[in-house]
């Protein structure tokens, strides 16, 4: 099973500040790696699949990069509504895995 | 629009079983292969199984594989999850998922809202 770990755990930023999140496989998943979203109470929603490219309706200052082990997903500009916890997610095989989560949290 | 709506949640004895249902709509049904994943109180999210879009493959976690079976009805747009010996660690809100593109498996871009499942004695 492939282990994704995210870090950090937590990151307190402000409104129109840039985010940078990390994701690191323990072993290498090529570009198979999804970034989603999670608001309280919410479903996930899908923000970036294969490393860097933007799900429908995605704000431009999403983005992904990344290849083999390590992966980042930048937030440029927070907006308010950005402030959420943010998985990652692999499909190299079965079975996908997530990471354990990080919490973007207004400063 | 495309839409999934999970039922079938609810408290349930250790060892004892529930079976999860999530209906679709808006889409070709047939075509998408659907997963399970799960999220237990307070903690993160946790992919379970997917079906493929015929049916005729399924992939499950670890933790699950032996107790959970899961199965779909083409014909009712309709997605299973039966789970045996459940287990106090099996709680959770179970999503059901839609995979983004036909006839393959890739990532999950339509969600149901879940359903909640607790187990306790």
């Known amino acids: 099973e492939i282990v994704l770990t995210q870090s950090p755990a937590t990151l307190s930023l402000s409104p129109g500040e840039r985010a940078t999140l990390s994701c690191r496989a323990s072993q290498s998943i090529r570009l198979y790696l999804a970034w989603y979203q999670q608001k309280p109470g919410q479903a996930p929603r899908l ?3 294969d490393a860097s490219n933007r799900a429908t ?18 937030i440029n500009n927070l907006e308010p509504e950005d402030f959420a916890v943010y998985y ?3 499909r190299s095989n ?3 895995t997530f990471g354990q989560g990080t919490k973007l949290e207004i400063k | 629009q495309v839409h999934l709506v999970e039922s079938g949640g609810g408290v349930v ?19 998408y292969a659907l997963h399970w994943v799960r999220q237990a109180p307070g903690k993160g999210l946790e992919w379970v199984a997917v079906m493929s879009y015929n049916g005729n493959d399924k992939y499950y976690t670890d933790s699950v594989k032996g107790r959970f ?22 709680t959770s809100v179970y999503y059901c998922a839609r995979d983004m593109r036909e006839n ?13 499942v607790t187990v306790s004695s």
Not at chain 2, 13 to 31: D, E, I, K
């Open chain 1, 57 to 74: 309706g995605i704000p431009a200052r999403f983005s992904g990069s990344g290849s083999g082990t390590d992966f980042t997903l930048t």
């Open chain 1, 47 to 49: 923000l970036i699949y």
């Open chain 2, 13 to 31: 004895q250790p060892g004892r079983s529930l079976r999860l249902s999530c209906a679709a709509s808006g889409f070709t049904f047939s075509s």
């Open chain 1, 88 to 90: 990652c997610q692999h």
């Open chain 2, 104 to 116: 393959y498996y890739f990532y999950m871009d339509v969600w149901g809202k879940g359903t909640t």
């Open chain 2, 69 to 90: 079976t899961v199965s779909r009805d083409n014909s009712k747009n309709t997605l299973y999850l039966q789970m045996n010996s459940l287990r106090a660690e099996d």
């Open chain 1, 94 to 96: 079965w079975p996908y």
